[in-house]
């Protein structure tokens, strides 16, 4: 499994809280997506999606004719988010761990907003991630507050605690070792950002 049970609970438990727990920066938001390149048409997979605080941002640079696929192991969470986007028909929602999810298309672009520190097999995770990109697609593994304080937020919570994200040459070099190309790293005091494409 990508993520142990006991998170899974810890987050159904506060998935009705969640919008009210942080501010949704919207100014930064716009800028990760701005990096992702996102075009008209791509078919796009938002992993541990939670309740959708990046679906608005992907929909819009995918428009009408892309295809979002918000996955998260917390049902109650994805609940949440397909309550909040039920308006939007090119949005499919899967409640499940990323490591059971099987589809019958490849994605263009993969991305992971506040979600990769959760999870527990970082490698494994990272060659299923490259099974369900196309040939050239990009996965972006970003956080839109510094890793310090994503790691501070994680050392407050004994359920979370041990849920570290890594600085960016060290999970740069996990990516290459996975068979992808890093082509953007951004690890500063603003947010966090890796682009990497298959090769």
């Known amino acids: ?15 009705t809280s969640w919008d009210d727990m ?7 938001l716009t800028y990760l997506s701005g990096l ?12 541990g999606s939670g309740t959708g605080v990046l679906l608005p941002f992907i929909h819009r640079g995918i428009g009408s004719t892309g295809m979002i696929t918000a996955l998260d192991f917390s049902e ?10 039920k308006n939007l028909s090119n949005i499919s ?11 019958d ?16 097999n970082k490698q494994t995770f990272l060659l299923k991630i490259y099974s369900l990109l196309k040939p050239g697609g990009s996965l972006f593994i970003m956080h839109d507050i510094p890793r310090s304080a994503v790691n501070a937020i994680h050392e407050s919570s004994e359920i979370v605690k041990e849920d570290r994200l890594p600085e960016g040459s060290v999970l740069s070099e996990m990516l290459v ?17 890796i682009k990497v494409v298959t090769v």
């Open 1 to 15: 499994m990508a993520i142990i049970a006991s998170e899974r609970d810890f987050f159904n438990r506060l998935a």
């Open 22 to 28: 942080r501010d949704v920066n919207e100014h930064m």
């Open 36 to 47: 992702m390149g996102l075009e008209q048409g791509d078919r796009v997979l938002d992993i």
């Open 76 to 85: 109650k969470m994805l609940e949440c988010a397909e309550q909040k986007f």
């Open 93 to 103: 929602f899967a409640a499940t761990d990323i490591m059971t999810f099987q589809n």
């Open 105 to 120: 298309y490849f994605y263009d672009k993969v991305v992971c907003l506040n979600f990769f520190p959760h999870v527990q």
């Open 177 to 193: 070792s996975a068979n992808f190309r890093v082509e953007t790293m951004i690890d500063d005091e603003q947010c966090y950002f």
